[in-house]
């Protein structure tokens, strides 16, 4: 049989957020994170250092989270996938691994992110969606929104939003997209929306921030040229609420082609 070696990995991971208290391991709660490492070090027989592309909050919720992590592994990619999904509960789950290359940093190696808040706007609380989406009473402005969300795109700086919490060195940020939709709901009558947000880097609670901004706008108690006042002040006190963690999901990380192993 082929000795172990060292060898680095892309984990690809999707997850509930709903009853973790976020990525990052803290003691005495359950996150992504530890269960991760619970799983990898039922592989290794010791402990091992899983890092993620960044810190979702509690329920916050990820189609498609990238990890990065060093393991002694003489089998397969498909064959790790396997084995640690066998030691991870139903709310998470490997759905890709890939070898990376030797330095490969979930973190540092990231070149941009998207993500998706998802909205669910009047009738009764939906009990199956209820995890995913920030039920609103009231319809919104979907056109006002859009027009809003364009302001957003290029370069600016972001510290009006962001919440405390997070040291950055620097708070400037491009947004590549952010795109404000609805979305086709085919079983019952409840209207679903949703704010797509891509961009090279996020502050702590930037998307949450923004969106409950845009919701302001929808709501028709601002104009959509209120985003362009609220880049230039930067502070965060004057934009919208920060939206809950239940409607928000990590879409993908992007990186070079280059990290993974042919």
């Known amino acids: ?31 992504i994170q530890g269960k991760l490492q619970d799983a990898a070090r039922q592989l290794a027989g010791s402990h091992v250092n899983v890092i993620g592309s960044g810190r979702t ?60 808040y998802q909205l669910q706007l009047g009738g009764l609380r939906d009990p199956f969606q209820s995890r995913f989406r920030w039920h609103l009473r009231t319809k919104l402005d979907l056109e006002a929104m859009q027009i809003a969300a364009r302001r957003f795109l290029g370069r600016h700086d ?20 952010c795109e404000v939709f609805a979305q086709s709901n085919q ?12 961009a090279d880097g996020f502050l702590y609670n ?25 880049l230039v002040a930067g502070e965060r006190g004057l934009a919208g609420q920060t939206a809950p963690a239940n409607g928000l999901m990590l879409l993908r990380v992007d990186y070079d082609p280059k990290c993974v192993v042919d």
């Open 57 to 116: 909050d509690a329920g916050v919720h990820a189609l498609a989270q990238v990890a990065s992590c060093e393991l002694l592994w003489r089998d397969s990619t498909q064959r790790l996938l396997m084995a640690l999904n066998a030691h991870l509960p139903d709310s998470i789950v490997v759905d890709q691994v890939d070898e990376a290359v030797p330095g490969f940093h979930a973190i540092r190696d990231a070149i941009g992110k998207r993500y998706r």
């Open 158 to 177: 972001f510290r009006g939003f962001q919440n405390s919490g997070s040291d950055r060195k620097t708070t400037v940020r491009e947004i590549r997209a």
């Open 187 to 198: 079983w019952n009558d409840r209207e679903h929306v949703a704010v797509e947000i891509e």
């Open 1 to 31: 049989m082929t000795e172990a070696a060292l060898r680095t990995f892309k984990l690809t991971v999707a997850y509930d957020g709903s009853e973790f208290a976020g990525w990052q391991v803290q003691p005495g709660k359950p996150t």
């Open 206 to 230: 930037m998307v949450r921030s923004m969106v409950g901004t845009l919701v302001e706008v929808g709501r028709g108690k601002q104009a959509p040229a209120w985003v362009d006042s609220l």
